[in-house]
Each structure stands twice: as C-alpha cells, then as structure tokens.
C-alpha cells in the first residue's frame, strides 16, 4: 500500500489536525478527528504507526488518544439524553460499560448529583453502584440490569407527602408501587388513606403486578428507569403522583408525555434529606430537587410552589 496521500486526504488530515490544534477541551471533536486519522491512516506519509503520530505530532500516548476516541463515541452515544459529559475524564468512568447502561448511569449522574453539579468522582460512584446491582439476578422487567438500590433505593421521609396531601381524595385506594421500607405506606396509613403496597423487593413488579383495585399511585420510583415509569403510569390512565427529580422537566423523552397527556407539578421549597442505603438519614448523596409530578389530580394550574411541613424535622 502506498504511503503517499491523494490531495483529499492530505486536505482532510489538515482539517482534522487544526481541530485538533484547538485544544483538548473539544474533546469530542478531537476523538472524532483522531479516530478518523487512525482508521484511514492518514499519518501514513510520515509515520509508520498511529502510536508515533500522536506521540511526535501531540505529544500524546497512544493509550490517551484511544481514550479521547472512546470519548466521542460515548458521548455520542448519550447524545439523546440532551445534556453531555462536561469532559474526557467523565467519559473515562462509562466508557467500559454497554451502550444502554451507558445512558442509564449518566442519566443516573445527571439526577443525582449534588448540587447539580456532574464530576468524574460522581459518574464512578454512580457507575460502580450499577455494576454492583448487576450482580443480583432479580429485574424490575425485562431488560433491567438490577434491583433497585443505591440512588433507586432512596428511602423518602413523610414530610414530603404534606405538599400532596391535599389534591388526594379520602375514599381512593392509594398504590405505592415501590414502597421499600414503607415510610409512605405509614403516612398515607395515618392519614386515613387506604394504601396497597408492593415493591420489586417483595416479588412484586411494577411492569407484570397490577392489584385488582386501586384508584390513584403515590410513590418514589427508580430514579434509572423513570422515563419507563412514567410511561407505564400514563397508559393506566388513573391519577398519579411521582416523586421526580425536578431535571425530568428538562428531558425529551419525558416532555414528550408532558405535552400529549398533561401534567401537574408540585414544587418544594426545600430538598428532601431521603435515608439512603448504607449511609441513613446522614446520606447526601441523593441531595438534589424534587418535585411531584402529578396526572388526573385536577389540581388546576400546571405548576404549584408548597411548603414542606416543618412539624418532622
């Protein structure tokens, strides 16, 4: 095979090499440019290798420039999530992973994150709690990848029911179809509600378990497979109450049910200090807005600004 390049390709590798020149921070730009140079070789007429073009051309190992291509492709990958890793480094944490739990654990990072705020460290926390659930042979449906548990296992506090209370009627059957440890099964209890509880934990799925009568769903669900709840919770067609992250309002694919079926937003004017797994109510790594999400509770505004009761604290 010749080494000389055809006038294209050395035009195209001068395009590809001055974005290249335009820094690392346009790191999908320049794994992309990089995997095109490396698959078509186009460091072929001055370099024997890919490793001693990146190294003489960009003072780059070999292992970093494979790196910024692994980086383009998974952010590729979640660019229908609308919102990308800020860098090669958050990448690095999901790029071992499969394309579908790739867009599960950002998701994952994105609704989880303190403060709203996404790092490297963050995206490995979330990354190794999903590897480690895979491990459990249960699924919530098919094609889940574990029970829930570590950001899907928060435990919610009563209070965060007092801001709903009022839209739900005394004579309903309230569903908490993943109900834990039961705190909100308690509340709705004390509160004169009728409550049916199940949970993937007790054998009793979401997506397959459907009790044979009950009126309205209150619950917390899985934070990594939201957009599946949801779109369950709507082709019932009865009243629902979700605690979401309030970052749902933002996404596509949840906007997209928002818009055709309708929706009703309580707002807190606080976080919720869930009990998280391991760590207790002492927990902060699932420190981030909610908000209830709610359909058929004719609340009558689209979006309503409560107060949490301050009597739990």
Same mark, same amino acid.
């Given at each position: 095979?010749?080494?000389? +390049?055809?006038?294209? $390709?050395?035009?195209?590798?001068?395009? *590809?090499?001055?974005?290249?020149?335009?820094?690392?921070? #346009?790191?999908?730009?320049?794994?992309?440019?990089? *995997?095109? &140079?490396?698959?078509?070789?186009?460091?072929?007429?001055? @370099?024997?290798? =890919?490793?001693? #073009?990146?190294?003489?051309?960009?003072?780059?190992?070999?292992?970093?420039?494979?790196?910024?291509?692994?980086?383009?492709?998974?952010?590729?990958?979640?660019?229908?999530?609308?919102?990308?890793?800020?860098?090669?480094?958050?990448?690095? $944490? !999901?790029?071992?992973?499969?394309?579908?739990?790739?867009?599960?654990?950002?998701?994952?990072? +994105?609704?989880?994150?303190?403060?709203?705020?996404?790092?490297?460290?963050?995206?490995?926390?979330?990354?190794?709690?999903?590897?480690?659930?895979?491990?459990?042979?249960?699924?919530?449906?098919?094609?889940?990848?574990?029970?829930?548990?570590?950001?899907?296992?928060?435990?919610?506090?009563?209070?965060?029911?007092?801001?709903?209370?009022?839209? !739900?009627?005394?004579?309903?059957?309230?569903?908490?179809?993943?109900?834990?440890?039961?705190?909100?099964?308690?509340?709705?209890?004390?509160?004169? =509600?009728?409550?049916?509880?199940?949970?993937?934990?007790?054998?009793?799925?979401?997506?397959? #378990?459907?009790?044979?009568?009950?009126?309205? &769903?209150?619950?917390?669900?899985?934070?990594?497979?939201?957009?599946?709840?949801?779109?369950?919770?709507?082709? @019932?067609?009865?009243?629902?109450?979700?605690? +979401?992250?309030? $970052?749902?309002?933002?996404?596509?694919?949840?906007? $997209?049910? @928002?818009?055709?079926?309708? !929706?009703?937003?309580? =707002?807190?004017?606080?976080?919720?200090? @869930?009990?998280?797994?391991?760590?207790?109510?002492?927990?902060?790594?699932?420190? =981030?807005?909610?908000?209830?999400?709610? #359909?058929?509770?004719? &609340?009558?505004?689209?979006?309503?600004?409560?107060? +949490?009761?301050?009597?739990?604290?």
């Amino acid at each position: 095979m010749s080494s000389a +390049l055809t006038i294209t $390709e050395n035009q195209k590798l001068n395009a *590809l090499e001055n974005t290249i020149a335009r820094g690392l921070k #346009y790191y999908i730009e320049v794994g992309e440019a990089l *995997l095109t &140079i490396r698959e078509e070789r186009l460091y072929r007429a001055q @370099f024997n290798t =890919f490793e001693d #073009y990146c190294l003489t051309r960009w003072n780059m190992s070999k292992t970093h420039a494979n790196r910024m291509i692994d980086a383009s492709e998974v952010a590729e990958n979640l660019t229908p999530i609308g919102v990308i890793p800020a860098n090669e480094a958050q990448t690095r $944490e !999901l790029a071992a992973l499969p394309a579908d739990e790739q867009r599960t654990a950002w998701q994952t990072a +994105l609704d989880t994150a303190p403060d709203g705020k996404v790092t490297a460290a963050h995206v490995r926390e979330v990354v190794e709690t999903l590897s480690q659930g895979k491990q459990k042979p249960k699924t919530n449906r098919a094609g889940d990848k574990y029970i829930p548990q570590g950001f899907d296992a928060c435990q919610t506090p009563p209070e965060a029911l007092t801001p709903l209370l009022p839209h !739900l009627y005394t004579d309903w059957q309230i569903w908490e179809c993943a109900s834990g440890e039961g705190l909100l099964v308690e509340e709705l209890n004390a509160r004169g =509600f009728q409550v049916i509880a199940s949970d993937i934990l007790t054998d009793q799925n979401f997506f397959e #378990y459907v009790p044979s009568q009950w009126d309205c &769903i209150v619950t917390n669900p899985p934070y990594s497979i939201k957009y599946d709840w949801i779109a369950q919770c709507y082709a @019932f067609g009865k009243p629902f109450a979700l605690l +979401l992250p309030v $970052e749902t309002l933002g996404a596509k694919t949840a906007q $997209e049910f @928002f818009r055709d079926c309708g !929706l009703e937003v309580i =707002f807190l004017d606080r976080r919720i200090n @869930f009990k998280m797994p391991n760590k207790g109510w002492e927990g902060s790594a699932a420190q =981030f807005p909610v908000a209830w999400f709610t #359909y058929g509770l004719n &609340i009558g505004q689209q979006m309503t600004f409560a107060r +949490l009761d301050e009597e739990h604290h």
